[in-house]
Each structure stands twice: as structure tokens, then as C-alpha cells.
């Protein structure tokens, strides 16, 4: 029996209380550490500079600066919090959380950085400060973006198939979501821009797997046997996608992989919350939004039956 067979004989959705078990237990390991993380710093999740502003420092050199160390330089001048990224052949940029920062330190920062690789461009000079009433609306901004995203995908798919089925896939996103969250939470990953980015394509892979899962229980419902069972119905429907989800899930992770790997520290925490995204979303499509539409259905028919009763 081939790997793919096997998989058609799973009963995926006879073990549902398994799978929400464990997506419970992920999103309670993400809500203590939203909590402890209110208590260390006042917010659940760490934002970066681009929320609740800061200090970002441009400069090119006669060498290109290595990021590494100039993250040390700053660490030396007791700036931890910091996001440190290459820019063009020569140039670096610099994001400190700190919204002043006082001229005889940065003018330190610099000649640190100079003593190691060479003359600073004048010309590429700039010290730019962000308001925290600019990451504050660039957050709501966010969020407005995010909640748009998910009342859109829920019209979209309850058009095309029916309210239950976008209710479970919105309730599979969700779920995404706070797993996602739990994560950079638990690890108190700085938030920046680039997230809302990350988030969005969280959404979109999520309500990709899903829907192919949800067309495959809309086919079968045509031919449905007047004593087929929905759940079995539904089962069947998931083990024959399952193989498609995850070929498609599979090569899309080794893309994002080696974008962690080979990215550098800028971008290492966006891809990891894409990693994460990428595994929750082909999880949930198939464990959390199939069993909830199959526990909706199923409640639906045993409530039309008492009322015929």
C-alpha cells in the first residue's frame, strides 16, 4: 500500500478531539506568554521602532559595515533593542528604540563604525526620528487591514459555498492567527511594518488550502447518499486533498526555509512568522475548519430531525 493510499484509509475526523486538544493547548502557551509579557514590559506582544517609535540612522562607508558588528558597536553604547540592515553596497541602517538620541552618542555610533570601515558619506548622513503617535496609527492602520482582510474572505467564500463553510474557514484563520501570535510572543519577536505583510499572507495561504478542502466537500455533497453521514462525507473529502495540501504547503516552507536561512537577521523574524503561518495554516484548513464545519452540520441535521420528530 502506497503512502497515498494509506492516507485514505486516515480518520481524520473522528480524532477531532485530539486536534482541538492540541491547537488549545498551542494558543493557551501563547495566551500565558501574552500575559507574563503584559506584566515584564506592558504589552503583550514586543512592538518594534516602526510602533512605538524610535531612532533610525543611515550612513554609507568606504566598506560595507558588517551587521554583526555594528549591532555590537551599538550594544556598546547600551542600545540592545536595536534592528540593524545592509543597504545598497556601502550603506547601513540602524533602527534604535529610542526616540532622541543625544548628538555626542550617535556622533560615537559613527565614529566607531568609522574607525572600522572607513570614512563616513557625508552626503548619506541622516538621523530620522519616529513619533509614537505614528506607530500608534501605523498600528491601527494594521489592524483595520487585518479585520478587512478576514470580513472580505468570510462574504467571499459564503458566496461562493455557504455561510458554515466561511465561518469555519474564518475560524481556521483565526486560529492562525493566535498561533502565529503565540509564537512571536513566546519568543518576544519585535514587531515591525513588515509584519502586517506577513500576517496578510498568513490569511491568504490559510483561505488557499481551505478552500480547496471546502470545494472538494461541496462535490460531494451533490452525489451525497440520502444515510451517507456527513462527517464520513467529510473525511473522505479531507484524505483526498490531504496529499495536495501538502505538496503545495511543503514547497512553499523550503522557499520561505531558505529565505530564513540565507536572508540575514533583518528578515529572519518576518519569514519565521511566515514559517509558522505556512504550517498552521495547512494544519487548520484540514484539522480545525473541517471538524468545525462537520460539528456545524451535524448539529443543523440532529436539530431538523427533533423538530420532524
Known amino acids: 500500500m502506497t503512502f497515498r493510499e494509506r492516507v485514505l484509509t486516515w480518520d481524520i475526523i473522528g480524532k477531532t478531539r485530539v486536534w482541538f486538544t492540541v491547537s488549545s493547548i498551542i494558543i493557551a502557551i501563547g495566551v500565558v506568554a501574552m500575559v507574563v509579557n503584559t506584566f515584564s514590559f506592558g504589552s503583550p506582544l514586543k512592538l518594534g521602532i516602526d510602533f512605538i517609535g524610535g531612532t533610525v540612522i543611515n550612513a554609507s562607508f568606504e566598506r560595507a559595515p558588517d551587521e554583526a558588528v555594528v549591532r555590537s558597536i551599538l550594544a556598546a553604547n547600551d542600545y540592545d533593542n536595536v534592528t540593524v540592515q545592509r543597504t545598497g553596497t556601502k550603506g547601513i541602517t540602524m533602527k534604535v528604540e529610542a526616540t532622541e538620541i543625544d548628538p555626542a552618542v550617535s556622533g560615537k555610533i559613527i565614529s566607531d563604525i568609522v574607525a572600522k570601515y572607513g570614512a563616513v558619506d557625508v552626503g548619506t548622513k541622516e538621523i530620522t526620528s519616529i513619533a509614537p503617535v505614528i506607530g500608534r496609527d501605523l498600528l491601527r492602520r494594521s489592524s483595520l487591514a487585518l479585520g478587512l482582510a478576514l470580513l472580505f474572505t468570510l462574504l467571499y467564500i459564503s458566496v461562493r459555498f455557504k455561510f458554515s463553510f466561511g465561518l469555519s474557514t474564518i475560524l481556521g484563520m483565526v486560529h492562525d492567527i493566535f498561533v502565529a501570535l503565540g509564537i512571536l510572543a513566546l519568543f518576544r519577536v519585535p514587531l515591525n511594518a513588515p509584519f502586517v505583510g506577513a500576517f496578510l499572507a498568513i490569511v491568504t495561504y490559510s483561505v ?83 471538524p468545525l464545519l462537520v460539528l456545524w452540520v451535524q448539529g443543523r441535521e440532529k436539530a431538523t430531525a427533533l423538530q420532524k420528530a
Open 208 to 290: 488557499q488550502d481551505g478552500v480547496v478542502v471546502m470545494d472538494r466537500i461541496r462535490e460531494k455533497l451533490r452525489y451525497r447518499g440520502a444515510k451517507e453521514p456527513f462527517d464520513k462525507l467529510a473525511n473522505a473529502a479531507v484524505t483526498e486533498t490531504w496529499m495536495r495540501s501538502f505538496n503545495t504547503s511543503f514547497t512553499t516552507f523550503l522557499a520561505v526555509l531558505v529565505l530564513f536561512v540565507m536572508g540575514g537577521a533583518p528578515i529572519r523574524d518576518f519569514s519565521t512568522t511566515l514559517l509558522v503561518g505556512i504550517i498552521s495554516g495547512t494544519y487548520s484548513s484540514i484539522y480545525i475548519s473541517t
